[in-house]
């Protein structure tokens, strides 16, 4: 009895410990976003400087700067107020305000996540990151975006749900929680809290995890992540992404339409996207008539996607200026400083179909459980798979999880996010040439039906003066049934 006593204090303590490593880490993710104003102030103050080291002569022909300087940092409280807003509907799934001293030695590593251009010295991380081994909380979690310088969301619409322990937290990962949000239909009320997560934890009912005794000093590199989010929003819900979801979630909605015609209400298909960022490929998915479920790993890109998903009570209703942290390759002032409104569609009106959600947590870790074998009829892959440190576990639990005959559709290229791990000769990182990889597919029972390329941009500003373009690989994979791989020649 000592013995098990023993082991199960042991446990008790193991968890509180590892609860504590996910607090430290949310509350550097929520310091970043509350660091965001500052942060951006210290940019403009050092244009100020810059202008004031002007002779007088150069400072006449240039008298505008000083007030679009001004209009920068009203920009900057528009996007704080945008900011703000979010972390003010954000319920956390813990309880913030308890004592973290016992993780106070613990290092919390950054990874990169790059997806920019390697002769662009400002490109910085871009599509979603999913960092295998850890949960969204235990490690600092990487936003997106592609140009310069990866919770559960859900309509109104929809049952909500959520994975974001670790496997000490929870008995089995058997992919996501319930949140306790549903819709009526019948008498368009809304049932439940969407803030009551059921994972055991005890939420902060207020948000005194939001004072300021409560901040972390967090890196520079952790706003980015907020900046790259705002520009992430554009892409995923701005009237002006439309070209850019028209290049890369067109093809894949595309696709799905013609390989799925016969859909029905009473029997809908099921389609899993993992690395769903901000969730609009999820829900055009979810609109087309599948049962759609977004996997996202960032709480930065979480946080942000549960807030249009779950808090948006109009199209339009949030302004944003997501382009002026880039003094570089604008045609103009107005260009840079110009606002963008969102979402461009109310998401809880946009006819999605009943099912859809969002699931927070490591690909790897929540789709390895058995409960996910042979369940999905597609999977969805769009600038995801190089985010894997091993990406032949990647292809090889999106085998597992399809059922037979099921497809595998994938757009976006081959930057490894894992690749320049600079003095951490520990990070692993696999990466495989294009060729490597379908043939890594074909050894896992998929049989390529398309294949092209096509050129995208990811998070680009459409009126800069530089552009980064990929030549993504497109493919139409399908998973070879039982009988086709005992009849396919050895």
């Given at each position: 009895m000592s013995g098990l006593k023993d082991e199960d204090e042991e446990r008790r303590r193991q968890r509180k410990l590892e609860e504590a490593l996910e607090v430290k880490s949310l509350r550097r993710i929520i310091s970043a976003n509350l660091n965001y104003p500052d942060a951006a102030d210290a940019d403009v103050k050092r244009c100020e400087r810059s202008f004031k080291k002007l002779p007088p002569a150069h400072k006449a022909l240039l008298s505008h700067y000083?007030?679009?300087?001004?209009?920068?940092?009203?920009?900057?409280?528009?996007?704080?107020?945008?900011?703000?807003?979010?972390?003010?509907?954000?319920?956390?799934?813990?309880?913030m305000s308890q004592d973290i001293d016992c993780?106070?030695?613990?290092?919390?590593?950054?990874?990169?996540?790059?997806?920019?251009?390697?002769?662009?010295?400002?490109?910085?991380?871009?599509?979603?990151?999913?960092?295998?081994?850890?949960?969204?909380?235990?490690?600092?979690?990487?936003?997106?975006?592609?140009?310069?310088?990866?919770?559960?969301?859900s309509p109104r619409g929809v049952i909500a749900n959520k994975e974001v322990e670790n496997e000490e937290h929870c008995e089995s990962i058997t992919g996501c929680k319930n949140l306790g949000l549903e819709y009526d239909k019948e008498t368009e009320t809304c049932c439940g809290n969407d803030a009551n997560y059921s994972n055991g934890n005890v939420c902060s009912s207020s948000h005194e995890?939001?004072?300021?005794?409560?901040?972390?000093?967090?890196?520079?590199?952790?706003?980015?992540?907020v900046r790259c989010v705002i520009r992430n929003i554009v892409r995923d819900w701005a009237e002006e992404g439309q070209k850019e979801r028209d290049q890369c979630y067109k093809p894949v909605l595309e696709e799905l339409d013609s390989l799925?015609?016969?859909?029905?209400?009473?029997?809908?298909?099921?389609?899993?996207?993992?690395?769903?960022?901000?969730?609009?490929?999820?829900?055009?998915?979810?609109?087309?008539?599948?049962?759609?479920?977004?996997?996202?790993?960032?709480y930065y890109m979480m946080i942000c996607s549960s807030f249009i998903l779950n808090h948006t009570e109009v199209a339009g209703e949030w302004k944003i200026h997501p382009w002026i942290h880039s003094n570089c390759n604008s045609l103009s002032d107005s260009d840079q400083l110009r606002a963008v409104s969102i979402p461009d569609i109310h998401p809880a009106s946009a006819g999605i179909t009943e099912g859809f959600s969002m699931c927070g947590g490591d690909f790897v870790e929540v789709y390895s459980?058995?409960?996910q074998?042979?369940?999905?009829?597609?999977?969805?892959?769009?600038?995801?798979?190089?985010?894997?440190?091993?990406?032949?576990?990647?292809?090889?639990?999106?085998?597992?999880?399809?059922?037979?005959?099921?497809?595998?559709?994938?757009?976006?290229?081959?930057?490894?996010?894992?690749?320049?791990?600079?003095?951490?000769?520990d990070e692993m990182s696999i990466e495989l040439s294009l060729e490597d990889v379908k043939r890594v597919a074909l050894q896992y029972g998929f049989e390529f039906e398309k294949e092209k390329t096509m050129e995208t941009t990811y998070t680009t500003n459409p009126r800069a003066m530089m552009q980064n373009r990929y030549f993504a690989a497109f493919w139409t994979a399908r998973k070879k049934s039982a009988v086709d791989k005992e009849q396919a020649p050895q």
């Open positions: 000083p007030f679009k300087l001004q209009k920068l940092r009203r920009c900057i409280s528009v996007n704080s107020y945008f900011i703000f807003s979010m972390l003010q509907a954000f319920e956390p799934p813990l309880d993780c106070e030695n613990s290092h919390l590593e950054d990874a990169p996540n790059d997806h920019g251009s390697s002769g662009a010295q400002d490109a910085c991380a871009c599509h979603p990151s999913s960092t295998s081994g850890r949960s969204c909380f235990s490690k600092s979690n990487q936003a997106c975006c592609e140009e310069e310088s990866n919770l559960c969301n995890w939001l004072d300021p005794s409560f901040q972390l000093d967090v890196p520079l590199v952790d706003v980015d992540k799925f015609p016969n859909r029905s209400e009473e029997s809908p298909r099921a389609c899993l996207v993992p690395g769903a960022g901000l969730g609009r490929l999820a829900l055009e998915i979810s609109r087309l008539g599948f049962v759609s479920q977004g996997n996202e790993f960032s459980d058995p409960s074998v042979g369940i999905w009829d597609a999977v969805v892959t769009c600038f995801f798979i190089d985010t894997a440190h091993n990406i032949v576990e990647y292809i090889e639990i999106i085998s597992k999880i399809l059922k037979d005959g099921g497809v595998w559709i994938n757009i976006g290229p081959l930057l490894y996010h894992f690749a320049e791990m600079y003095g951490q000769e």
